[in-house]
């Protein structure tokens, strides 16, 4: 069961995707790897400015989002099964559950469709040393459900995450893949940022600072130019960076609970929920603003 301030985050959500919801941002450049996103919201045509991302309600942003489009567009024009898309690396990962080596390409595949997991400086991906250690040891179907299960479980399961079960921007695209559920949300710092939104639109009204279960963690923009754009941290409102394995897992299990209640209520797939929160956590640097005080 949801906490009462949970409760009203989900509610407003659920709001939210039925009602009105306005919120935008500049589009970014057309360079590097934000040129193909500008090109398909200049073609939909979403907005009468194509330089300005916005949005009127939740289905509307949800409506926008573009990620697997662009990878077909890319794949059609390639002419390759290189790259899979969301539901792709889902189907594989359900129907692997007995071949661990198949098991393991989709978690792979799952990191290159998030555009996640490269090397650095020479230096392996830490997931990706975890992924190939846990096939090496036979485990990796087993520690990858049972990281699923504690995420969908009645308990905050933070403890349970650190070296043998890692959680951080990679891990979580996994997690949520590997739930044949369904249930769980990828829990990123654009999500993060946008229930950010929610929980300040909340609190607004009351007196003192936010309570520490609405604090959500985010993840800052590293895109230079953008550094700044997805802290919704303004005035009162203080919310944390994630970082430890243990917050992450605690805020992508939080978010799950409370986006799963927002879609029975509108009776949406969850899954188009964290979309749409995806694509306004992009910028939040406007819509904050109105929380300064």
């Not at 077909?72 to 189907?91: F, H, I, M, N, V």
């Not at 080596?101 to 040393?129: D, M, P, Q, Y």
């Not at 600072?209 to 802290?231: H, V």
Request: hydrophobic share 35%; glycine share 6%; with cysteine.
């Amino acid at each position: 069961m949801l906490s009462l301030h949970e409760q009203a985050i989900a509610d407003l959500v659920a709001s939210g995707w039925t009602g009105s919801f306005h919120h935008s941002y500049e589009m970014p450049p057309r360079r590097g790897s934000s040129a193909k996103w500008v090109d398909w919201h200049t073609a939909q045509r979403f907005c009468n400015r194509p330089q300005e991302w916005n949005c009127s309600s939740l289905t509307n942003a949800a409506d926008q989002y573009a990620w697997d489009d662009i990878l077909l567009e890319q794949r059609k024009r390639k002419d390759t099964l290189s790259a899979w898309t969301s539901d792709e690396c889902r189907e594989r990962l359900a129907l692997s559950h007995d071949d661990p080596v198949s098991f393991h390409l989709a978690c792979v595949r799952t990191l290159n469709w998030g555009k996640v997991g490269r090397s650095r400086n020479g230096r392996e991906n830490a997931s990706i040393t975890w992924l190939n250690t846990a096939l090496q040891r036979g485990s990796i179907v087993h520690e990858v459900l049972k990281a699923a299960t504690l995420l969908n479980g009645k308990e905050n399961p933070e403890n349970r995450f650190g070296v043998t079960l890692p959680m951080n921007s990679a891990m979580t695209k996994i997690y949520a893949f590997a739930d044949t559920g369904k249930k769980l949300v990828i829990y990123d710092g654009r999500v993060g940022a946008a229930l950010a939104l929610f929980a300040m639109r909340y609190w607004q009204p009351k007196d003192g600072q936010l309570p520490a279960e609405l604090r959500f963690g985010y993840f800052d923009s590293q895109t230079p130019g953008k550094r700044g754009s997805r802290n919704p941290s303004v005035g009162r409102y203080k919310f944390p960076a994630l970082g430890k394995h243990t917050v992450h897992a605690r805020w992508m299990w939080s978010a799950s609970r409370i986006l799963n209640e927002s879609a029975r209520q509108t009776k949406c797939d969850v899954l188009r929920l964290e979309r749409a929160l995806f694509m306004i956590g992009y910028d939040v640097s406007r819509a904050k603003a109105q929380y300064a005080s």
